[in-house]
Protein backbone atom coordinates (compact mmCIF):
# COMPACT_ATOMS: atom_id res chain seq x y z
CA UNK A 1 0.00 0.00 0.00
CA UNK A 2 0.86 3.82 -0.97
CA UNK A 3 1.57 5.99 1.99
CA UNK A 4 0.91 8.82 -0.42
CA UNK A 5 -2.95 7.10 -0.49
CA UNK A 6 -5.89 9.58 1.49
CA UNK A 7 -7.55 7.57 3.92
CA UNK A 8 -11.21 8.21 4.11
CA UNK A 9 -14.36 7.15 5.46
CA UNK A 10 -17.43 7.34 3.32
CA UNK A 11 -20.99 7.46 4.30
CA UNK A 12 -24.37 8.44 2.63
CA UNK A 13 -28.13 6.92 2.15
CA UNK A 14 -28.07 5.58 -1.86
CA UNK A 15 -29.29 6.71 -3.83
CA UNK A 16 -28.59 6.35 -7.31
CA UNK A 17 -25.93 9.01 -7.23
CA UNK A 18 -24.46 8.21 -4.08
CA UNK A 19 -23.96 4.79 -5.81
CA UNK A 20 -21.99 6.05 -8.63
CA UNK A 21 -20.26 8.13 -6.46
CA UNK A 22 -19.06 5.15 -4.46
CA UNK A 23 -18.49 3.14 -7.77
CA UNK A 24 -16.07 6.10 -8.14
CA UNK A 25 -14.26 6.17 -5.22
CA UNK A 26 -13.51 2.49 -4.88
CA UNK A 27 -12.25 2.67 -8.57
CA UNK A 28 -9.44 5.31 -6.93
CA UNK A 29 -6.50 3.39 -5.44
CA UNK A 30 -5.28 6.65 -4.38
CA UNK A 31 -8.29 6.82 -2.07
CA UNK A 32 -7.98 4.52 0.87
CA UNK A 33 -11.32 3.17 2.26
CA UNK A 34 -11.44 2.71 5.73
CA UNK A 35 -15.11 2.11 6.23
CA UNK A 36 -18.25 2.82 4.21
CA UNK A 37 -21.96 3.61 6.41
CA UNK A 38 -25.69 4.84 6.11
CA UNK A 39 -27.44 7.22 6.87
CA UNK A 40 -31.68 7.59 6.63
CA UNK A 41 -32.13 10.03 3.77
CA UNK A 42 -33.19 8.55 0.14
CA UNK A 43 -34.60 6.04 1.93
CA UNK A 44 -35.55 4.46 5.53
CA UNK A 45 -32.07 3.15 6.82
CA UNK A 46 -32.97 -0.13 6.44
CA UNK A 47 -33.24 0.10 2.64
CA UNK A 48 -30.27 2.98 2.29
CA UNK A 49 -27.96 0.02 3.95
CA UNK A 50 -29.07 -2.95 2.09
CA UNK A 51 -28.11 -1.07 -0.85
CA UNK A 52 -25.23 -0.33 0.18
CA UNK A 53 -24.39 -3.77 1.14
CA UNK A 54 -25.54 -4.68 -2.46
CA UNK A 55 -23.76 -2.01 -4.16
CA UNK A 56 -20.53 -3.17 -2.23
CA UNK A 57 -20.96 -7.13 -3.46
CA UNK A 58 -21.48 -5.50 -7.03
CA UNK A 59 -18.18 -3.73 -6.43
CA UNK A 60 -16.50 -7.09 -5.06
CA UNK A 61 -15.65 -5.13 -1.76
CA UNK A 62 -15.11 -7.56 1.00
CA UNK A 63 -12.65 -6.69 3.67
CA UNK A 64 -13.64 -2.99 4.44
CA UNK A 65 -16.25 -2.44 7.91
CA UNK A 66 -19.29 -1.60 7.16
CA UNK A 67 -21.95 0.61 9.58
CA UNK A 68 -25.76 1.18 9.71
CA UNK A 69 -25.86 4.86 11.00
CA UNK A 70 -29.05 6.99 12.02
CA UNK A 71 -32.68 6.05 11.74
CA UNK A 72 -33.43 9.33 11.98
CA UNK A 73 -32.39 12.93 12.27
CA UNK A 74 -31.29 14.54 15.85
CA UNK A 75 -34.38 17.11 15.79
CA UNK A 76 -37.16 16.87 12.98
CA UNK A 77 -39.37 14.13 11.45
CA UNK A 78 -37.96 11.99 8.97
CA UNK A 79 -38.81 11.89 5.29
CA UNK A 80 -37.42 10.87 2.43
CA UNK A 81 -36.77 11.30 -1.85
CA UNK A 82 -38.81 8.37 -2.70
CA UNK A 83 -39.83 10.32 -6.02
CA UNK A 84 -36.54 10.56 -7.30
CA UNK A 85 -35.09 7.27 -6.40
CA UNK A 86 -38.03 4.64 -5.80
CA UNK A 87 -39.59 3.48 -2.78
CA UNK A 88 -36.17 1.36 -2.53
CA UNK A 89 -33.62 4.20 -2.41
CA UNK A 90 -32.29 2.38 -5.24
CA UNK A 91 -34.96 1.62 -7.90
CA UNK A 92 -33.84 0.19 -11.35
CA UNK A 93 -31.98 -2.56 -12.28
CA UNK A 94 -31.95 -5.91 -10.31
CA UNK A 95 -28.82 -5.50 -8.19
CA UNK A 96 -26.49 -8.92 -6.71
CA UNK A 97 -28.00 -10.21 -3.10
CA UNK A 98 -25.51 -8.99 -0.48
CA UNK A 99 -22.90 -11.36 -0.21
CA UNK A 100 -21.10 -9.04 2.70
CA UNK A 101 -22.62 -7.90 6.18
CA UNK A 102 -22.23 -5.22 9.01
CA UNK A 103 -19.43 -5.61 10.86
CA UNK A 104 -21.58 -5.27 13.88
CA UNK A 105 -20.63 -1.70 15.28
CA UNK A 106 -22.96 1.45 14.58
CA UNK A 107 -21.98 4.06 12.08
CA UNK A 108 -20.65 6.60 14.73
CA UNK A 109 -18.87 3.83 16.83
CA UNK A 110 -17.12 2.82 13.50
CA UNK A 111 -16.04 5.98 12.58
CA UNK A 112 -14.53 6.85 16.16
CA UNK A 113 -12.79 3.05 16.21
CA UNK A 114 -11.22 4.26 12.48
CA UNK A 115 -10.58 7.35 13.10
CA UNK A 116 -8.32 5.98 16.46
CA UNK A 117 -6.45 3.93 14.23
CA UNK A 118 -5.30 5.59 11.92
CA UNK A 119 -2.22 6.99 11.93
CA UNK A 120 -3.00 9.74 9.38
CA UNK A 121 -6.01 12.11 9.74
CA UNK A 122 -8.59 10.94 7.80
CA UNK A 123 -11.07 12.80 5.58
CA UNK A 124 -14.72 12.24 6.02
CA UNK A 125 -16.78 12.10 3.07
CA UNK A 126 -20.24 12.57 3.35
CA UNK A 127 -23.00 12.33 0.38
CA UNK A 128 -26.52 12.01 2.72
CA UNK A 129 -28.07 13.56 5.46
CA UNK A 130 -25.01 14.76 8.01
CA UNK A 131 -26.76 13.37 10.52
CA UNK A 132 -23.74 10.43 11.57
CA UNK A 133 -21.06 13.05 11.46
CA UNK A 134 -22.94 15.40 13.89
CA UNK A 135 -23.47 12.42 16.03
CA UNK A 136 -19.50 11.84 16.06
CA UNK A 137 -18.55 15.29 16.78
CA UNK A 138 -20.94 15.23 19.61
CA UNK A 139 -19.95 12.12 21.02
CA UNK A 140 -16.38 12.00 20.34
CA UNK A 141 -14.97 15.53 20.44
CA UNK A 142 -11.43 14.43 21.29
CA UNK A 143 -11.44 12.59 17.82
CA UNK A 144 -11.54 15.95 15.81
CA UNK A 145 -7.89 16.34 15.73
CA UNK A 146 -8.13 12.93 13.04
CA UNK A 147 -10.07 14.45 11.01
CA UNK A 148 -8.78 16.08 8.10
CA UNK A 149 -11.70 17.84 6.80
CA UNK A 150 -14.77 16.77 5.39
CA UNK A 151 -15.97 16.70 1.54
CA UNK A 152 -19.86 16.37 1.54
CA UNK A 153 -22.26 16.72 -0.75
CA UNK A 154 -25.26 19.03 0.48
CA UNK A 155 -26.52 22.60 0.04
CA UNK A 156 -26.36 24.93 -2.00
CA UNK A 157 -25.73 28.83 -1.64
CA UNK A 158 -27.35 29.78 -4.77
CA UNK A 159 -30.48 27.70 -4.95
CA UNK A 160 -32.41 24.87 -3.21
CA UNK A 161 -34.03 21.53 -4.39
CA UNK A 162 -36.04 20.52 -1.61
CA UNK A 163 -37.70 24.09 -1.29
CA UNK A 164 -36.49 27.26 -2.99
CA UNK A 165 -33.98 27.96 -0.32
CA UNK A 166 -32.90 24.30 0.93
CA UNK A 167 -31.44 21.13 -0.69
CA UNK A 168 -32.58 17.95 0.77
CA UNK A 169 -29.29 16.66 2.35
CA UNK A 170 -29.64 19.21 5.00
CA UNK A 171 -33.19 20.00 5.06
CA UNK A 172 -33.92 16.12 6.10
CA UNK A 173 -31.20 17.16 9.33
CA UNK A 174 -30.60 21.19 9.59
CA UNK A 175 -29.53 20.69 13.05
CA UNK A 176 -26.99 17.93 12.06
CA UNK A 177 -25.97 20.12 9.07
CA UNK A 178 -25.29 23.52 11.36
CA UNK A 179 -23.04 21.29 13.73
CA UNK A 180 -20.93 20.29 10.90
CA UNK A 181 -20.59 23.70 9.31
CA UNK A 182 -20.07 25.26 12.83
CA UNK A 183 -17.13 22.71 13.80
CA UNK A 184 -14.03 24.67 12.25
CA UNK A 185 -12.97 21.67 10.99
CA UNK A 186 -12.12 22.00 7.04
CA UNK A 187 -15.21 21.21 5.12
CA UNK A 188 -15.76 21.40 1.03
CA UNK A 189 -19.17 21.56 -0.28
CA UNK A 190 -20.23 20.00 -3.08
CA UNK A 191 -23.38 21.60 -3.41
CA UNK A 192 -26.30 22.65 -5.80
CA UNK A 193 -24.04 25.35 -7.19
CA UNK A 194 -21.84 22.75 -9.15
CA UNK A 195 -23.74 19.38 -8.91
CA UNK A 196 -26.26 20.83 -10.71
CA UNK A 197 -23.87 21.44 -13.70
CA UNK A 198 -22.25 17.68 -12.93
CA UNK A 199 -24.68 15.83 -14.85
CA UNK A 200 -24.74 13.12 -17.93
CA UNK A 201 -26.70 12.90 -21.15
CA UNK A 202 -27.99 10.07 -22.78
CA UNK A 203 -25.28 10.35 -25.19
CA UNK A 204 -22.97 9.52 -21.97
CA UNK A 205 -25.02 6.53 -20.81
CA UNK A 206 -23.76 5.25 -24.20
CA UNK A 207 -20.39 5.61 -23.52
CA UNK A 208 -20.86 4.30 -20.08
CA UNK A 209 -22.85 1.68 -21.51
CA UNK A 210 -20.24 0.68 -24.45
CA UNK A 211 -17.84 0.10 -21.45
CA UNK A 212 -19.15 -3.08 -21.20
CA UNK A 213 -19.04 -5.39 -18.21
CA UNK A 214 -21.88 -5.68 -15.23
CA UNK A 215 -20.72 -2.88 -13.50
CA UNK A 216 -20.71 -0.50 -16.28
CA UNK A 217 -24.08 -1.94 -17.30
CA UNK A 218 -25.72 -1.51 -13.98
CA UNK A 219 -24.21 2.65 -13.46
CA UNK A 220 -25.76 3.01 -17.37
CA UNK A 221 -29.29 1.62 -15.90
CA UNK A 222 -28.99 3.43 -12.93
CA UNK A 223 -28.15 6.79 -14.73
CA UNK A 224 -31.30 5.66 -17.09
CA UNK A 225 -33.42 5.68 -13.90
CA UNK A 226 -32.13 8.90 -12.34
CA UNK A 227 -32.69 10.37 -15.80
CA UNK A 228 -36.42 9.32 -15.77
CA UNK A 229 -37.05 11.27 -13.07
CA UNK A 230 -34.96 14.74 -13.91
CA UNK A 231 -36.11 14.48 -17.58
CA UNK A 232 -39.63 15.15 -16.36
CA UNK A 233 -38.37 18.89 -14.24
CA UNK A 234 -36.48 19.71 -17.68
CA UNK A 235 -33.22 18.70 -17.14
CA UNK A 236 -30.97 17.32 -19.96
CA UNK A 237 -29.01 14.83 -18.14
CA UNK A 238 -28.70 12.97 -14.65
CA UNK A 239 -27.17 14.97 -12.23
CA UNK A 240 -24.40 13.12 -9.87
CA UNK A 241 -24.10 15.11 -7.23
CA UNK A 242 -22.71 13.01 -4.73
CA UNK A 243 -19.66 12.09 -7.03
CA UNK A 244 -18.50 15.56 -6.90
CA UNK A 245 -17.73 14.87 -3.14
CA UNK A 246 -15.46 12.07 -4.82
CA UNK A 247 -14.21 14.39 -7.48
CA UNK A 248 -12.89 17.15 -4.69
CA UNK A 249 -10.61 14.37 -3.50
CA UNK A 250 -9.35 12.64 -7.09
CA UNK A 251 -9.62 15.62 -9.28
CA UNK A 252 -10.40 18.83 -7.84
CA UNK A 253 -8.06 20.92 -10.97
CA UNK A 254 -11.55 20.51 -12.83
CA UNK A 255 -13.66 22.11 -10.15
CA UNK A 256 -13.94 25.94 -9.85
CA UNK A 257 -13.72 26.53 -5.71
CA UNK A 258 -14.57 29.65 -4.04
CA UNK A 259 -13.97 30.17 -0.07
CA UNK A 260 -16.93 31.39 1.69
CA UNK A 261 -18.16 31.66 5.49
CA UNK A 262 -21.56 29.49 5.59
CA UNK A 263 -24.20 29.21 7.68
CA UNK A 264 -27.07 26.89 8.18
CA UNK A 265 -30.62 28.02 9.01
CA UNK A 266 -32.28 25.92 11.49
CA UNK A 267 -35.78 27.95 11.89
CA UNK A 268 -37.49 29.94 9.27
CA UNK A 269 -40.63 29.41 7.45
CA UNK A 270 -39.22 29.53 4.36
CA UNK A 271 -35.60 28.75 4.48
CA UNK A 272 -35.20 26.19 7.25
CA UNK A 273 -32.56 24.34 5.77
CA UNK A 274 -31.14 26.74 3.60
CA UNK A 275 -27.05 27.03 3.55
CA UNK A 276 -26.45 30.77 3.63
CA UNK A 277 -23.39 31.79 1.96
CA UNK A 278 -21.93 35.33 3.16
CA UNK A 279 -20.37 36.36 -0.42
CA UNK A 280 -19.56 39.67 0.25
CA UNK A 281 -18.23 39.38 3.75
CA UNK A 282 -21.21 40.81 5.50
CA UNK A 283 -20.55 38.81 8.60
CA UNK A 284 -17.01 39.41 8.85
CA UNK A 285 -16.24 35.80 9.74
CA UNK A 286 -13.33 33.88 8.61
CA UNK A 287 -14.61 31.25 5.37
CA UNK A 288 -15.54 27.84 6.63
CA UNK A 289 -16.05 26.23 3.34
CA UNK A 290 -14.55 25.65 0.40
CA UNK A 291 -17.90 26.00 -2.28
CA UNK A 292 -17.52 24.26 -5.27
CA UNK A 293 -18.97 26.59 -7.79
CA UNK A 294 -18.41 25.15 -11.11
CA UNK A 295 -17.22 21.59 -12.56
CA UNK A 296 -15.56 20.99 -16.22
CA UNK A 297 -18.43 18.84 -17.27
CA UNK A 298 -16.38 17.13 -20.23
CA UNK A 299 -13.68 16.11 -18.01
CA UNK A 300 -16.16 14.79 -15.22
CA UNK A 301 -18.23 12.88 -17.27
CA UNK A 302 -14.79 11.74 -18.75
CA UNK A 303 -13.68 10.67 -15.49
CA UNK A 304 -16.86 8.65 -14.57
CA UNK A 305 -16.11 6.77 -18.13
CA UNK A 306 -12.58 5.86 -16.82
CA UNK A 307 -14.01 5.01 -13.55
CA UNK A 308 -16.59 1.93 -14.77
CA UNK A 309 -13.46 0.90 -17.41
CA UNK A 310 -11.52 -0.25 -14.26
CA UNK A 311 -14.50 -2.82 -13.36
CA UNK A 312 -14.72 -3.75 -16.77
CA UNK A 313 -12.13 -7.16 -15.15
CA UNK A 314 -14.49 -7.60 -12.70
CA UNK A 315 -14.08 -7.61 -9.10
CA UNK A 316 -12.98 -4.93 -5.79
CA UNK A 317 -10.56 -2.28 -7.39
CA UNK A 318 -9.74 -0.60 -3.90
CA UNK A 319 -8.91 -2.84 -1.16
C1 LIG B 1 -28.85 14.93 -2.73
O1 LIG B 1 -30.10 14.40 -2.33
C2 LIG B 1 -30.16 13.03 -2.62
O2 LIG B 1 -31.38 12.69 -3.21
C3 LIG B 1 -28.98 12.72 -3.52
O3 LIG B 1 -28.49 11.43 -3.26
C4 LIG B 1 -27.97 13.78 -3.15
O4 LIG B 1 -27.16 13.38 -2.08
C5 LIG B 1 -29.09 15.98 -3.81
O5 LIG B 1 -29.89 17.00 -3.31
CA1 LIG C 1 -27.02 11.10 -1.33
Not at 18 to 27: R, S
Not at 39 to 51: D, Y
Not at 52 to 62: D, P, W
Not at 204 to 228: C, M, N, P, S
Amino acid sequence: MSKDRTPIILDGDPGHDDAIAWVLAFAWPELEILGVSTVSGNAPIARTTRNMLQIMTLLGVRDIPLAQGAQRPIVGEMFTAASVHGDSGLDGPKLPEPKVGLCGLGAIELMAKLLGESAKPVMLVPIGPLTNIAGLLLAYPELKAKIAGVSMMGGGLLMGNWTPAAEFNILVDPEAAAIVFESGLPITMAGLDVTEKAYLRPDDFGRVRAVGGKVATIVADWLEYFYQFHKKLGYSGAPLHDAVAIVALIQPEILTIREVYVQVETQGEYCRGATVGDFFGRAGRTPNVKAIMDVDRAAFVDLIVEAVAKYRGGGERNA
